[in-house]
């Protein structure tokens, strides 16, 4: 069987419009990106802003994952009624259940390796049932039983993400039936979104949210199934910001849709930013994934190889590259590829990549889920920051902060000699850094001596706060 091209592999074309269906025509289309909004001035050059704890994030994306239903068994029919040359799968030969004993095996050794990211769970998946109802083929007891797993194996170290409401057919939200167009123009992976106003997309995006809160998933995020909103850039990030506030309330709206494999930036994006000075700031963030599924492709069929990941080395593979960059290497797979029809051969391709991982460069990473990324990044573009200096010696006296948005780890390279004292001055109390022997030992409320820099790592309050450095 040829390699057929990933519905991910339409995330590569942004910018181009809505990537045609696997070989048919497609012709350009204007795709503005969402604008960014407002930024503070830029921190003196003096300061730096690292990553977190001055190392590298990295994360693990799960889409097209569920309770039990295998959504590749199921979707594989639905595509092929609009693609019926592109989606000739033996889909019949698929399980149609990915058991949960599965899901528990992965999250236990998820946890083991602290590995951080985000999972979906598709609310009506293929249109086989809804997870606040039913799911026909199962009873109600199974249902319940695979969510609690979710909801105690997996949170709060997971971000859970709906994948919009079916990730096949688009549903009418008046009715939460299907619409009865057969064509791509009623599929969420195609042309459903595409011309959709802010207003009608965040109608959409709040469904499929509103299902998940109702089974106790809570919700920072959306992921967006294969081309959703490719054309539609603009609007879909404004209804993201508003859906996910709305439902949930989340400070930071997140959102998965691109992934890039060469040499674009894949930092997170942080659009849409408001009000940063006032009470109510605002700002919605783009994850951006670094990897294709290379572990074993949306429908298991495709074995996939750690190599392409990171050599067994740790000298060269995509993660290599990202990770020498400075920049969240985001892996992403499929739910159905890691369990691999019973396989679970991607899955063994990943435990393969995170060894390799610590093999060579665990004193260097850093897992974070979706929203941590988001959070810091939002914080890391956001916050004014601003210094006084010695005018005789040019040292650093003071470094001034004020973040709309509080940030766990928030880590700092400030131009010091040695031997300065560093004390976090909030408006409620004033804590002393403690000093540590190395970069790699730092942890919130530390620094440490980097040459004729200091390293400073430390809890970002929301508001004002002040680094008072002394002698």
Request: glycine content about 8%; some cysteine.
């Amino acid at each position: 069987m040829t390699r057929k091209p990933s519905r991910r592999d339409l995330l590569r074309l942004t910018g181009a419009g809505l990537a045609a269906p696997f070989g048919l025509s497609s012709r350009p289309q204007p795709n503005p990106d969402p604008p960014l909004g407002d930024r503070p001035p830029p921190p003196p050059p003096s300061l730096q802003i690292l990553n977190p704890l001055d190392r590298v994030p990295v994360s693990l994306i799960v889409d097209d994952s569920t309770a039990l239903v295998n959504l590749a068994h199921f979707a594989i029919p639905q595509f092929a009624e609009v693609f019926p040359s592109q989606y000739r799968q033996p889909w019949r030969q698929l399980p149609r259940e990915i058991p949960d004993r599965f899901v528990a095996r992965f999250a236990a050794w998820c946890a083991e390796h602290h590995v951080r990211g985000k999972y979906s769970m598709v609310p009506y998946p293929a249109c086989v049932g809804w997870l606040d109802r039913d799911l026909p083929g199962w009873s109600k007891a199974q249902l319940e039983a695979s969510l609690e797993l979710v909801r105690r194996e997996l949170l709060p170290a997971w971000d859970i993400h709906p994948e919009m409401v079916s990730h096949t057919w688009a549903i009418d939200t008046r009715t939460g039936r299907p619409l009865a167009d057969r064509s791509q123009d009623a599929m969420e992976n195609w042309g459903f979104s595409q011309n959709k106003s802010a207003d009608e997309l965040t109608d959409y995006l709040a469904y499929a949210l509103s299902i998940l809160r109702n089974v106790g998933l809570p919700c920072a995020g959306i992921t967006t199934p294969g081309g959703f909103g490719s054309r539609n850039l603009a609007n879909l990030s404004q209804a993201v910001a508003e859906s996910v506030r709305d439902i949930f309330s989340a400070p930071i709206p997140h959102y998965f849709r691109h992934v890039y494999e060469d040499d674009r930036s894949v930092a997170p994006r942080v659009e849409r930013a408001s009000g940063l000075d006032g009470d109510d700031p605002r700002c919605v963030v783009s994850i951006i994934g670094c990897t294709g599924d290379w572990f074993g492709g949306w429908d298991g069929l495709e074995p996939g190889s750690a190599d392409r990941f990171l050599s067994a080395d740790g000298r060269s593979g995509r993660l290599a590259d990202v990770i020498a960059r400075g920049e969240p290497a985001v892996m992403v797979g499929h739910w159905p590829g890691f369990y691999a029809n019973g396989t679970e051969h991607g899955f063994r391709v990943f435990q393969d990549v995170v060894a390799r991982l610590e093999t060579h460069a665990a004193d260097r990473l850093i897992w974070m889920n979706l929203s941590e990324l988001a959070r810091y990044w939002a914080a890391r573009e956001l916050t004014r920051i601003e210094a006084d200096a010695d005018p005789a010696t040019h040292r650093t006296q003071a470094v001034r902060f004020i973040a709309p948005f509080p940030c766990p780890g928030f880590t700092l390279r400030i131009h010091q000699p040695a031997g300065s004292v560093l004390r976090l001055a909030t408006a409620t109390a004033l804590r002393p850094l403690a000093s540590v022997e190395n970069r790699r030992c730092l942890q919130p409320g530390t620094t440490c001596q980097d040459g004729n820099a200091l390293l400073v790592c430390f809890d970002l309050p929301r508001g004002s706060s002040t680094l008072q450095v002394g002698r």
